[in-house]
T-cell receptor, first 110, second 113 residues
Framework: GENVEQHPSTLSVQEGDSAVIKCTYSDSASNYFPWYKQELGKGPQLIID?????GEKKDQRIAVTLNKTAKHFSLHITETQPEDSAVYFCAANRDDKIIFGKGTRLHILP | KAGVTQTPRYLIKTRGQQVTLSCSPI?????VSWYQQTPGQGLQFLFEYFSETQRNKGNFPGRFSGRQFSNSRSEMNVSTLELGDSALYLC????????????FGPGTRLTVL
């Protein structure tokens, strides 16, 4: 079955700097890769997603890249702000069965 | 449009008991998925229901079961609770067609004593 590895588990960046979170997946048939943000006491919320026929997608300060050959995808957050502090999860989806990475706790330092 | 709702939000049970959690999806969504979230294991897929039928299943023991009603509301049941079942149980709803965005509820925090 699918296995998703996510790194790093914890990331601290200075406010205004960029943050990068990386994930790898094992099942080459996975074709949809969402990223979720989870704040304390809330359920995960989709922030951006990418499908397997696209290499990069950007939405304001957030971008995701996908390398299907290497089976890895990354989340890039630029100009980080205090409200970006949260846990971020990557996921790989095949046939509506989503497998999540273990999460990255992002701290934005003042 | 109302979001995904889960009840109860918090639950305390003792070992050996059983528990039923409820999830009401977004109106129009026919798929409901359940996940267990723990600090050590992260988010783990339990099962997915679509049009009252279990369509996908994760690797959890038979003590974990679910069902979906004709109005798409779903319940999850855990029998013979163990200490290790303490977790945040999340449900997510979607349209149910391929690779649709899943919308998560706030979760039910289950503590087993």
């Amino acid at each position: 079955g699918e296995n998703v590895e996510q790194h790093p588990s914890t990331l601290s960046v200075q406010e205004g700097d960029s943050a990068v979170i990386k994930c790898t997946y094992s099942d080459s048939a996975s074709n949809y890769f969402p990223w979720y943000k989870q704040e304390l006491g809330k359920g995960p919320q989709l922030i951006i997603d990418i499908r397997s026929n696209v290499g990069e997608k950007k939405d304001q300060r957030i971008a995701v890249t996908l390398n299907k050959t290497a089976k890895h995808f990354s989340l890039h957050i630029t100009e980080t702000q205090p409200e970006d502090s949260a846990v971020y999860f990557c996921a790989a989806n095949r046939d509506d069965k989503i497998i999540f990475g273990k999460g990255t706790r992002l701290h934005i330092l003042p | 449009k109302a979001g995904v709702t889960q009840t109860p939000r918090y639950l305390i049970k003792t070992r050996g008991q059983q528990v039923t959690l409820s999830c009401s999806p977004i109106s129009g969504h026919r798929s409901v998925s359940w996940y267990q979230q723990t600090p050590g294991q992260g988010l783990q897929f339990l099962f997915e229901y679509f049009s009252e039928t279990q369509r996908n299943k994760g690797n959890f023991p038979g003590r974990f079961s679910g069902r979906q009603f004709s109005n798409s509301r779903s319940e999850m049941n855990v029998s013979t609770l163990e200490l290790g079942d303490s977790a945040l149980y999340l449900c997510a709803s979607s349209l149910g067609t391929a690779n649709n965005e899943q919308f998560f509820g706030p979760g039910t925090r289950l503590t087993v004593l």
